[in-house]
């Protein structure tokens, strides 16, 4: 994958920087750290692994880590053991540097949290599942379709989750059966900016286009293949390229990499002009208007861009030509073009930026003293390369120039597995295209990482001692073997480099391994060459008679190194170190095996007749030391599998004993059960009774209540009777009165009859007057008495009203009981009300008949007075015989009046006497509604019991079926770990299988050599 498409990939997923992860055991005091230089890795025991750790507990790929929004994701791969967060196993979730994760016996946490500081990066939801179906949580992605062209019908499988595992196992969304696809073979990882593809470590690898990747990102129409399974590649919007908001160069925008090419971008150092006296670049003198214009034709120029593409960007200051740093800086920021790029172009008599014509130079990748590597782009063969450019001080010193040269050609004529090969050599031997190697050397690897465990650095020293003898058949020695001369791969490769110390012996020289001329060769007789740490005794002796066993002795010192951390020999200067080269024997390392120890002590015997004579032989002892750390390895997976079985059928006699226990629990549940149903009918056989008495005493008590209005009835009926005759009684009193006034005017003629006897008429008047006076305030009075009558009227008829809607409430009180208190609250209000009423009219009638009294007592003395007239005038008895007749007819209404008062004394007697019933009647109603409340109450309190009982019933059944599930979910994961048991030894035979396959190579290998 080329370095924009990496940047790209960390942008989106958040990785500004490499990741820091600590590992430690449960028995070290301290934890060890571990850097992601990828936004993804593997963790597993695999050498091949980003992070290894070697333990049986642990699987060869046992879990994946991804980086997305800036944190780290961590999905297990089907290993034997699992993976947890704190005591709980999980199939995946994030790692943060609050809680550690469990892998085997090792415990994995961030060293720190991350801080998501918004940006362009992706904002994860904390409870984002990257591994679920994806709906929309981080806004819109592209919508993507894998076409599966093996299949006979078409397939089009659309990717739906952000995060897809592709493989044969079960757990995998995009599932293969095939003896070349691995459990997990490979990810997929959408994002913004289009599908990416993460190979995990699967068979035979995977590829895009042909090509072997370790990661790249998927355009429309690519081609990936997974074993003998292969799928297009399909974007929603055929012509639209994923690659959202970044400019590509059109040369790398359908680039694919492969697993000897790919490149890893490293951390840019400062920018260095690159002095050239034999490569000029010719530019255009004639500068813009504009203060971008060098700029421009500078990427036009280097061919970096076109006129259009600069235009597009151009186009986005809205008519403003921008400065030469602001359109550097946006075209740096797009990825254009590289920081390196953007400061070289800064400066106006910066070197080349095309070698030949060829080769564009992309990033310095690093430097030394001979001079300084790029990263390049081949525009001939569209693959990335590496190229060395000598100081501009080298080319002037003949010697150091013709070291170089010998170290490009010698590098030229090697071609191995293990040594970096050059691919090319630029014109004059100014230059050197190297093959590029995505790794770092061994050095910045140990400085970084630390020592490689003893397993790794043994394989890393096969590997190195397989170049040593591939260049001793050539007739090679290097000379210089050390740390920094080793690159590292990400794959795990190593591959030995920088022969610019190389010794030819004469068959070398006449085979013209480094070229024909005497004069290429660097060294002087007499003199040492080489690093003092790592040289053997006889080099430093005489460096041009030595062979390979020079070399060994070197590769014993590197080893040493990567097995300590330190080289075997140090001093305070290089004539010191060279004599414990010679007399000291190297330091014992505490903890090495046996074995490895007898071959270091080999490969650094001071004599050189002692030492390991060749590489095969040393590469033979590794070998053999290798397979029998492999077969203790196996020894000890074997003891780890006969405790897992015993485990497993400890596990299988616990789960025998918690199903008995299940099904006693459930013969003890279901006779509890039938108790409580049981008990559950005869509750609810004795409520039905009590509610079917109930329903006798509501009938009964609705029957009183209707005879209760019978009786309020009739006693309304004799209300309005009585009202009847109180009218009439008012109807006397209007003809009474009229009479008066007829008396009045008959008096007024006998007045004007008797003005002889105006003293005593006038005495007479007095006394007429007076009784017209009481006369007047009796009337005033029985109006008063009306008045009163007619509100008592009113509040019989509200009482009415009241007793009707007492009626309906009683007829609604089966429906709505809640009402009935309020109800019966109101009626006694309202009866309450009726009482004072009553009381009220009760003194009204008795002021009444008391004003009659008086009345009455006015009325006898008048009479008396009118008798002592009557005496006094004789005389006048005839005259006044009609004013006598009318006193009469007086006094009989007045006698009827007192009848009729008496007639309805008797009837307000009678009313209250039926009052006083229908009080009685009412709270004996009132007593058989609180008989009828306590029995409802009863009845309640039983259900209320009931419901409880039921709840108890119901608890006790929940409790039984979380006893089920619990035996059911240790018996579910006893059958997972027997599972991943039995996983485990298909993984150990398959990997013994791969193991003895490499091993008949190897040897084969070894036997060509050997006839050879």
Not at 104 to 125: C, K, M, S, T
Request: a negative charge; one cysteine or more.
């Amino acid at each position: 994958m080329n370095e924009t498409l990496t940047r790209v990939f960390q942008q989106d997923v958040g990785a500004d920087a490499p990741v820091r992860i600590a590992v430690s055991r449960p028995d070290a005091v301290e934890s060890e750290p571990h850097v992601l230089l990828n936004p993804y890795g593997i963790i597993g025991r695999s050498p091949n692994c980003d992070v290894r750790l070697k333990d049986s507990q642990v699987s060869f790929r046992h879990a994946y880590l991804q980086m997305i929004g800036g944190r780290l994701f961590c999905a297990d791969l089907g290993s034997r053991s699992g993976t947890s967060w704190g005591d709980v196993p999980q199939r995946a979730g994030w790692l943060s540097a609050d809680e550690d994760v469990s892998i085997g016996p090792y415990q994995v946490r961030l060293l720190e949290n991350p801080v998501v500081d918004g940006g362009d990066r992706i904002a994860i939801p904390p409870d984002f599942d990257p591994l679920a179906i994806y709906e929309g949580e981080l806004g819109e992605m592209p919508d993507v379709h894998l076409e599966f062209l093996n299949a006979a019908d078409d397939v089009d499988l659309p990717l739906r989750r952000m995060l897809t595992f592709a493989g044969s196992a079960r757990g995998c969304k995009l599932r293969f059966e095939g003896d070349r696809i691995s459990r997990v073979h490979c990810s997929l990882m959408l994002t913004p900016s289009g599908l990416w593809v993460i190979d995990l470590l699967g068979k035979g690898g995977t590829k895009v286009n042909g090509s072997l990747i370790r990661s790249d990102r998927l355009n429309d129409g690519d081609l990936l293949k997974l074993g003998q399974f292969q799928m297009r590649v399909h974007y929603e919007g055929a012509g639209e390229k994923p690659f959202s908001g970044t400019v590509l160069p059109p040369e790398t925008s359908v680039e694919t990499s492969s697993s000897t090419d790919e490149e890893l971008p490293k951390t840019p150092r400062e920018a260095e002009t690159i002095p050239h006296p034999s490569l000029e670049l010719s530019t255009s003198q004639d500068e813009l208007a504009n203060p971008c214009g060098r700029l421009v034709d500078e990427l036009v120029v280097n061919r970096l861009m076109t006129r259009e593409e600069i235009d597009v960007v151009l186009a986005e200051f809205e008519g403003r030509i921008p400065s030469f740093d602001e359109l550097s800086d946006r075209l740096v920021e797009l990825q254009t073009i590289s920081q390196w790029q953007a400061d070289q172009l800064a400066t106006e008599n910066h070197g080349p930026m095309i070698l030949e014509n060829r080769y564009q130079l992309i990033e310095r990748l690093g430097y030394g003293s001979m001079g300084n590597v790029f990263l390049a782009f081949d525009e001939a063969l569209q693959s990335k390369v590496a190229i060395k450019i000598p100081h501009h001080s080298l080319l002037k010193n003949e010697r150091l120039f013709k070291r170089f040269r010998r170290e490009t050609l010698i590098s030229a004529n090697l071609v191995h597995a293990h040594i970096v090969r050059a691919l090319n050599i630029g014109r004059g031997n100014q230059f050197v295209v190297l093959e590029l190697v995505d790794g770092d050397d061994l050095r910045d690897l140990m400085d970084r990482q630390g020592p490689p465990d003893t397993m790794m650095a043994v394989d890393f020293l096969i590997q190195v001692a397989e170049a040593v003898g591939h260049a001793q058949s050539e007739g090679v020695v290097h000379r210089d073997i050390k740390p920094s001369n080793i690159l590292i791969s990400r794959e795990g490769t190593a591959k030995l480099f920088d022969f610019g110390l190389a010794h030819l012996d004469d068959e070398a020289r006449k085979k013209g391994v480094a070229g024909h001329d005497a004069d290429l060769i660097p060294t002087r007789m007499g003199f040492a060459v080489g690093t003092v740490q790592y040289m053997s005794p006889e080099q430093a002796r005489e460096s041009d008679d030595v062979d390979v066993r020079s070399d060994i002795y070197s590769l014993g010192c590197t080893f040493f190194e990567m097995l300590t951390g330190s080289p075997p020999f140090e001093g305070e200067n290089q004539h010191q170190i060279l004599k414990q080269h010679a007399q000291t024997p190297f330091p014992p390392i505490e903890g090495l095996d046996p074995e490895l120890a007898k071959i270091l002590e080999q490969m650094l015997a001071k004599d050189v007749e002692q030492r390991i004579q060749n590489p095969q032989q040393l590469i033979a002892a590794l070998r053999n030391w290798q397979n029998a750390a492999l077969a203790e390895d196996d020894a000890e997976t074997s003891a780890a599998e006969t405790a897992e079985e015993a485990r497993l059928a400890e596990h299988e006699e616990r789960l025998l004993h918690f199903q008995q226990e299940r099904e006693e629990w459930q013969l003890a549940i279901d006779a509890q059960r039938q108790d409580v149903e049981r008990q559950r009918d005869e509750w609810r056989a004795e409520a039905d009774r009590e509610k079917e008495e109930l329903h006798l005493r509501q009938t009964a008590f609705e029957q009183s209540q209707a005879e209760l209005n019978e009786r309020e009835q009739a006693w309304a009926s004799k209300t309005t009777e009585l009202e009847q005759r109180l009218e009439q009684t008012a109807g006397v009193e209007e003809q009474l009165q009229s009479q008066r006034k007829t008396l009045s005017s008959e008096r007024a003629k006998l007045e004007e009859e008797l003005e002889s006897l105006k003293g005593t008429q006038e005495e007479l008047r007095q006394s007429t007057a007076e009784l017209e006076a009481a006369r007047e305030a009796n009337e005033e009075r029985q109006g008063l008495l009306d008045f009163q009558q007619a509100e008592l009227t009113e509040r019989r008829e509200a009482f009415e009203q009241s007793i009707n809607d007492h009626d309906l409430a009683t007829q609604e009180m089966a429906r709505d009981r809640d009402g009935l208190q309020q109800t019966q609250q109101e009626l006694a209000q309202q009866q309450q009300n009726l009482q004072e009423a009553e009381n009220t009219l009760r003194k009204q009638h008795g002021e009444l008949e008391q004003l009659k009294n008086q009345l009455e007592s006015q009325r006898e003395q008048q009479e008396q007075d009118l008798a002592a007239f009557q005496k006094s005038r004789a005389e006048l008895s005839a005259k006044l015989a009609t004013l006598a007749a009318g006193q009469n007819e007086l006094q009989q209404a007045d006698v009827n009046l007192a009848a009729q008062s008496a007639e309805l004394a008797a009837a307000s007697a009678q009313l209250e006497t039926e009052r006083t019933v229908l009080a009685e009647e009412r709270a004996e109603l009132d007593t058989r509604r609180t008989t009828f409340e306590a029995e409802m109450t009863a009845l309640q309190a039983n259900a209320e019991q009931l419901r409880v009982e039921k709840q108890l019933c119901e608890q006790q059944r929940d409790e039984l079926e979380k006893s089920t599930s619990q035996v059911k979910e240790e018996f579910s994961r006893l059958e997972s770990e027997r599972q991943q048991l039995t996983e485990a030894r298909t993984q150990l035979t398959a990997d013994s299988s791969a193991l003895s396959t490499r091993t008949n190579k190897l040897k084969a290998a070894l036997a060509e050599w050997f006839d050879e």
